[in-house]
């Protein structure tokens, strides 16, 4: 029998992703089983990212969570279902024994620490990759390798898509128990280089209704969500792989745009209504279409989760002058917030026409900001030490 470590110590980073078919709804809510498959872009880690540390040691008392450098309840079920799975898989793998015979005590209480290199106030998908890197980091403290989205599922159902890179989709599944309804790739980060995002946060409010909250209620009164995973979606998800394999901008984007009006057409036939769009979301819907209507092609397209934030999509091509867009059509407020942020971005000259047929209505201040970034790889492992979140003593290193 291995000898058992006292202290074993791992971090890892995971990644955003965004749906550009949307999952909303369950048909389990315990395993965390969708009524539709849904796929989406896993976002570069140098701009978004979650990385987390976990720890477990004989000398620590209890097990302990530390969010963005705050003490968090371990409690939560969602972490243990989480905490859970993998302690089930690491004991299958040791021989299905219950019993310790590891390396590593299984009995031994867990530190961990998780955080995110961007605001958690800006309303972007955070849970998605907290509950990714969460597993990443505790499967590879326990040494348990292979199928892990199933695990990440049970933190949050688009968690699981965010444990592979590039173009990622989340099959369904048949099976009551969920053990097929998994993330799988359609094609990793390298498929599409010209491919870029702009993340538009838009200022104001945190969203009114949760994801999970407001999917049920959907599932339990729109007529319009049952037409959607039943037809709606399987015949989307064929289409949008096509547009992925043939890397043809203007399907993708025409479809990534549509199903995110059909998921906010869900909301609102949901009773009683939710509504995640503001006026400048709806501004930026408007931008959008007169952008391509002006060139007369799909150049950018937008997409809209639980939340006023656009995502964007684009090609590298047309990033600068879609900002230099932006820029004029929600001028900056002079508030000391950097206005870009991520990839740089060159600078583009509009012409008149473009100006006249596409900025018509700026609205100060409406974008805080906009975050320029491509599509990426999945979690990642951190081999240095020194990028560990907790001490030598499992307590953090430092508060952000
Ligand atoms: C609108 O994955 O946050 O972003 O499974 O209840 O945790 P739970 O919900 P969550 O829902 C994401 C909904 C969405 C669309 C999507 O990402 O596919």
Redesign the pocket.
């Known amino acids: 029998m291995a000898e058992e470590r006292a202290l074993a110590m791992v971090t890892c980073t995971a990644p955003v992703?965004?749906?550009v078919i949307?999952?909303?709804g369950?048909r389990d809510n315990d395993l965390?089983l969708p009524i539709n498959s849904?796929l989406?872009v896993t976002l570069h880690q140098d701009q978004l990212k979650t990385t987390t540390t976990a720890a477990a040691s004989r000398d620590f008392t209890e097990d302990r969570l530390w969010l963005n450098g705050e003490e968090a309840n371990v409690g939560h079920p969602r972490l243990q279902a989480c905490l859970r799975e993998v302690q089930r898989l690491a004991r299958k793998r040791r021989g299905g024994s219950a019993k310790d015979v590891g390396p590593l005590s299984l009995s031994y209480k867990i530190h961990i620490a998780t955080e995110n290199n961007f605001p958690t106030a800006a309303g972007l998908?955070s849970?998605?990759a907290g509950y990714a890197c969460l597993v990443s980091a505790l499967a590879r403290l326990y040494g348990v390798e292979g199928e892990l989205s199933e695990v990440a599922r049970h933190g949050?159902?688009?968690?699981c898509r965010s444990m592979l890179g590039g173009f990622v989709q989340w099959q369904r599944g048949e099976r009551p128990d969920g053990r097929d309804s998994l993330a799988l790739q359609v094609a990793p980060e390298t498929h599409w280089p010209e491919l870029r995002v702009l993340v538009m946060v838009v200022s104001g409010e945190k969203k009114p209704v949760g994801?999970?909250a407001g999917?049920q209620t959907s599932v339990d009164t729109s007529p319009l969500l049952k037409h959607r995973a039943e037809v709606v979606v399987p015949e989307r998800l064929e289409l949008m792989m096509r547009h992925i394999r043939e890397r043809d901008f203007e399907g993708f984007g025409q479809l990534t745009m549509k199903d995110s009006n059909q998921?906010h057409a869900t909301c609102l036939d949901t009773f009683p209504p939710i509504f995640y769009l503001n006026d400048t979301s709806r501004h930026i819907i408007a931008l959008v279409h007169r952008f391509n209507t002006h060139h007369g092609r799909t150049k950018v397209a937008y997409t809209f989760?639980?939340g006023p934030n656009a995502v964007i999509f684009t090609l590298a091509d047309t990033v600068a002058e879609f900002v230099e867009v932006v820029k004029r059509s929600f001028p900056p407020a002079t508030n000391g917030d950097q206005f870009l942020r991520g990839l740089p971005v060159g600078s583009a000259s509009l012409s008149e026409e473009l100006l006249a047929a596409v900025v018509t209505e700026p609205v100060p201040g409406a974008v805080r900001y906009i975050l320029h970034t491509q599509p990426g790889p999945g979690p990642q492992l951190l081999d240095d030490p020194s990028q560990h979140l907790l001490g030598a003593d499992g307590l953090p290193r430092r508060s952000t």
């Open positions: 992703n965004i749906a949307k999952y909303w369950k965390i849904s989406s998908a849970s998605a949050s159902g688009s968690a994801s999970t999917m998921f989760d639980a």
